[in-house]
């Protein structure tokens, strides 16, 4: 219940303003090796351009913003803000379109520790990979892995991945 207060409170004060500019928003619950649950809301706003269109499919992005719970079995839990620009090769279809994603980008994290694992700062890359599959009214499901680590910036670099299911609805 704690954990889905915090993801309320912080899409309430995104205002309106923000949800206007974006194309979707992101829901997704993960779980890390370490098994810390994540709980992610995130915005997406299109690039609204696409490259090695063909048959087959196009290569398009998106910029994502995202708020992540971290819930912590063995430690106290904690949160991070995330910013990347994710690329997406969507294959051709009619009504069902599927496809995969990565990118790289920065978060931001409060405290330098996840679990058992030692973060060094609290400032992390954050990659990403997943696949899915995109309807035609918009929604998109799919699996993403994210590695989160400082690149060897700060010791220790101990870095954290998730796991997680998500689901995309747009605005």
Same mark, same amino acid.
């Given at each position: 219940?704690?954990?889905?207060?915090?993801?309320?409170?912080?899409?309430?004060?995104?205002?309106?303003?923000?949800?206007?500019?974006?194309?979707?928003?992101?829901?997704?619950?993960?779980?890390?090796?370490?098994?810390?649950?994540?709980?992610?809301?995130?915005?997406?706003?299109?690039?609204?351009?696409?490259?090695?269109?063909?048959?087959?499919?196009?290569?398009?992005?998106?910029?994502?913003?995202?708020?992540?719970?971290?819930?912590?079995?063995?430690?106290?839990?904690?949160?991070?803000?995330?910013?990347?620009?994710?690329?997406?090769?969507?294959? #051709?279809? /009619?009504? &069902?379109?599927?496809?995969? $994603?990565?990118?790289?980008?920065? !978060? *931001?994290?409060?405290?330098?520790?996840?679990?058992?694992?030692?973060?060094?700062?609290?400032?992390?890359?954050?990659?990403?990979?997943?696949?899915?599959?995109?309807?035609?009214?918009?929604?998109?499901?799919?699996?993403?892995?994210?590695?989160? #680590?400082? /690149?060897? &910036?700060?010791?220790?670099? $101990?870095?954290?991945?998730?796991? !997680? *299911?998500?689901?995309?609805?747009?605005?």
């Amino acid at each position: 219940m704690k954990r889905l207060f915090c993801l309320a409170a912080f899409a309430a004060t995104l205002g309106y303003g923000a949800m206007a500019q974006a194309a979707g928003v992101e829901f997704s619950v993960g779980q890390t090796s370490d098994s810390t649950r994540a709980y992610r809301l995130g915005l997406q706003s299109n690039w609204d351009k696409s490259w090695l269109q063909s048959d087959v499919g196009r290569l398009t992005g998106y910029w994502s913003g995202a708020y992540t719970y971290w819930e912590g079995d063995k430690s106290p839990s904690n949160h991070s803000l995330s910013f990347s620009p994710v690329f997406v090769y969507e294959f #051709s279809g /009619a009504s &069902i379109k599927p496809y995969i $994603e990565a990118g790289i980008g920065v !978060a *931001l994290f409060a405290h330098t520790e996840v679990e058992d694992n030692k973060l060094g700062s609290a400032f992390l890359f954050e990659d990403r990979l997943g696949f899915g599959l995109r309807f035609a009214g918009g929604q998109e499901v799919g699996i993403r892995a994210t590695h989160y #680590s400082n /690149a060897g &910036i700060r010791t220790p670099n $101990e870095g954290i991945e998730s796991y !997680a *299911l998500h689901y995309t609805i747009p605005l």
